[in-house]
T-cell receptor
Framework: EAGVAQSPRYKIIEKRQSVAFWCNPISGHATLYWYQQILGQGPKLLIQFQNNGVVDDSQLPKDRFSAERLKGVDSTLKIQPAKLEDSAVYLC???????????FGPGTRLTVL | AQSVAQPEDQVNVAEGNPLTVKCTYSVSGNPYLFWYVQYPNRGLQFLLKYITGDNLVKGSYGFEAEFNKSQTSFHLKKPSALVSDSALYFCAVVAPGTYKYIFGTGTRLKVLA
């Protein structure tokens, strides 16, 4: 079974630039999550999708972050414009349901200069 | 509000000794509880979960966790630690009805040879 795919693995940008991350969950997984993990901290939930609908985006900075999951499969997370404090690893995870174990992708390490 | 706490930033234990990594939670209703591990430069991996039933849950790599409803705790344990267990451990909780998967801040386990 293929795992959760994410790209790119690394990205370096300057502040005020825009960036997009892509995630392809495990086939058949209805729930998809985007987390932000700052070095030394636990993953912080940014947005959670159930199929192609948003379940929770209460911690997503909507003035600069956006996410979509068209057709209920893969997902894109965008930051525009980026700030220095956005430097983090962005993790995508999926699960069959929201009460089951999460399968994490390798993450995208973002550095904002 | 739903939350999870890991009171220890780091736990040191000698190889061969038992280990405990603490986790407490605050949710309404009966929670779903999870432990994940993050090895250096690798993604988060599922260790074990508690949904219902026996309070002692067994998981991967010889780990187990004990659910204590009265103390709202879900401590991770292993009878005999290995150096290879050294990693970052995260506790997570899902409250019924909210569908939000919330992680603790993590505990770094260091097993000394």
């Amino acid at each position: 079974e293929a795992g959760v795919a994410q790209s790119p693995r690394y990205k370096i940008i300057e502040k005020r630039q825009s960036v997009a991350f892509w995630c392809n969950p495990i086939s058949g997984h209805a729930t998809l999550y985007w987390y932000q993990q700052i070095l030394g901290q636990g993953p912080k939930l940014l947005i959670q999708f159930q199929n192609n609908g948003v379940v929770d985006d209460s911690q997503l900075p909507k003035d600069r972050f956006s996410a979509e999951r068209l057709k209920g499969v893969d997902s894109t997370l965008k930051i525009q414009p980026a700030k220095l404090e956005d430097s983090a690893v962005y993790l995508c995870a999926s699960s069959i349901t929201n009460r089951e174990m999460l399968f994490f992708g390798p993450g995208t390490r973002l550095t904002v200069l | 509000a739903q939350s999870v706490a890991q009171p220890e930033d780091q736990v040191n234990v000698a190889e061969g000794n038992p280990l405990t990594v603490k986790c407490t939670y605050s949710v309404s209703g009966n929670p779903y509880l999870f432990w994940y591990v993050q090895y250096p430069n690798r993604g988060l991996q599922f260790l074990l979960k508690y949904i219902t039933g026996d309070n002692l849950v067994k998981g991967s790599y010889g780990f187990e966790a004990e659910f204590n409803k009265s103390q709202t705790s879900f401590h991770l344990k292993k009878p005999s630690a290995l150096v290879s267990d050294s990693a970052l451990y995260f506790c997570a909780v899902v409250a019924p009805g909210t569908y939000k998967y919330i992680f603790g801040t993590g505990t770094r386990l260091k097993v000394l040879a």
